[in-house]
């Protein structure tokens, strides 16, 4: 096989009370990454879309995963891309990991799958580096998985699928920057014994809701008292979603990894119908212009089509 | 009815990376409670063990439960209780926890069940209160109802049970003291983000880990990057104890409670075995007495004999 063609769909990391260890994947928006094996080793780069990313494969998140994988093999080949992306940079849907984890998916496949999922996962990361100055898994890991994904560990690599049933989520995008480096550097370092308590209590209670199907224990367990307090200053009008979402029948939700994205897990359609509308609702009064997806989890991650 | 007897079994609170929010209940050790029901409003109690616990109401981890539920009552009843402890107090195996529990459950019983399952974990938390100024669950929940127990939330109470696959347990108890309240002065009350976000990873491993029966991911999970290394320090022989139950089989463990007790699950009774031959080797060794308890998980919590 020469050329694939992929769809990487976007992903929600942090899942509210998560923060750097739960994500999942989207049915909506997803990107599509076109790649072929080229006999010499070199990364061409084109953009199918207007986002104008940088096409040198070191400054680009695709182009720094195919080099990586590149250094792993014996023979000199290279690889011509094409992204076309859907997945607005800088949305907080996992932009960057859709084109890392597609690339990394991709290239795997043209070879003759030498690389394991965690390999795989590991050279999805070092787009995550160039994105964010950080190697985090919580979007590349769904992106790839498809599903909820539990990133155990880091160091060592220790990625775990957690079951979960077929919720609705509504994701809104207000057309906002957040950077990703801004909203890690607000962070405090340190954090209440008592507060890390509760979180690593919802925690608990998320991943079990997820594995019983108990719709009531996933909204109740939706309760960030760490990142969110900090993090939601950066986002205009998340405590009145949040609040009217929740009113409105959404299980619960929050942050969509760094912002500015908000998400709402809802049990079913009409449900998270009603939620576009109060979401809609708000950003319009706001007067800020927004994207908004209706969409389900995506249980396949990236995938040839 | 006038009078019953339960049994009320002993529990492993925290569960390593669980701090405050997980346990499970033992078959071994456990106490046995005898109560009747009296006319008058009042309390008496007797000890059948040779602990010299308190037998003023006021100051007996199970006084001070059977007093709050009778302050809750519209008539004028009263509480004849024998309690006959083997679970040895201060042992860090859920002593207080099984007194106050099992008498919540017994005055409960004999009323005719006027009150909800959390309602009695809320009576049986005034005798922790007594125990060790603060009012957890994470004793009581377990052994109340079985299993491994999720308290999510103290305020508002939020207990959720985590189906486990049926581990072995080996339990040991070095004779030494380890006040609770001593355990939990010496713990930071500020963490770091980046060891409560590996904590909270591990919390979520271990629960997906019970919950898919994956023994492994329980293995990996058992890691606490956050109190084990304060506390551990109250325990001699910790280190040696966990670093050689590990190499010989256990899938993992760590401190019971505040201590001084020392656990470690096992997937099967030989491994459980190989780990209690190590545990009093390295007591025998090391010259400190101990008791030692080769288990499995309870599932039915107190229980009328």
């Known amino acids: 096989?020469?050329?694939?063609?992929?769809?990487?769909?976007?992903?929600?990391?942090n899942l509210v009370c998560g923060f750097d260890i739960l994500g999942?994947?989207?049915?909506?928006p997803s990107d599509i990454l076109e790649l072929q094996l080229l006999d010499k080793p070199e990364v061409i780069i084109h953009n199918r879309d207007h986002y104008n990313l940088p096409t040198e494969p070191e400054r680009n998140v695709a182009g720094v995963v195919l080099l990586s994988i590149m250094e792993k093999l014996d023979k000199p080949v290279g690889f011509e891309v094409t992204i076309e992306k859907h997945i607005k940079p800088g949305?907080?849907?996992g932009s960057s990991a859709a084109s890392a984890a597609g690339a990394a998916v991709a290239a795997n496949h043209l070879l003759g799958n030498p690389f394991t999922t965690d390999e795989?996962?590991?050279f999805a990361m070092n787009g995550e580096k160039l994105a964010s100055g950080v190697k985090h898994a919580d979007n590349i890991a769904p992106c790839i998985l498809g599903g909820v994904s539990l990133i155990r560990s880091i160091h060592p690599l220790d990625i775990v699928s957690i079951p979960s049933p077929d919720l609705f989520v509504t994701v809104v995008h207000p057309q906002i920057e957040v950077r990703t480096s801004d909203a890690r550097q607000i962070l405090k370092q340190q954090v209440l014994l008592k507060d890390a308590i509760r979180q690593w209590g919802n925690i608990a209670g998320l991943v079990t809701g997820f594995m019983k199907n108990d719709y009531d224990l996933i909204g109740r367990s939706l309760e960030d008292v760490i990142i969110e307090p900090v993090r939601s200053i950066l986002i205009p009008g998340f405590d009145e979603v949040k609040k009217q979402c929740k009113e409105?029948?959404?299980l619960g939700g929050g942050i969509s990894g760094s912002g500015p994205s908000v998400f709402m897990l809802s049990r079913n359609e009409e449900d998270a119908r009603i939620v576009e509308a109060v979401m809609k609702g708000i950003y319009t009064k706001i007067g800020i212009d927004f994207n908004i997806y209706v969409t389900t989890i995506n249980k396949k991650g990236v995938e040839v089509v």
């Open 120 to 122: 795989v996962v590991q």
């Open 91 to 93: 949305s907080g849907i």
């Open 248 to 250: 409105a029948g959404a």
């Open 24 to 28: 999942l994947a989207l049915n909506e």
């Open 1 to 13: 096989m020469k050329q694939i063609i992929v769809k990487c769909p976007g992903t929600v990391a």
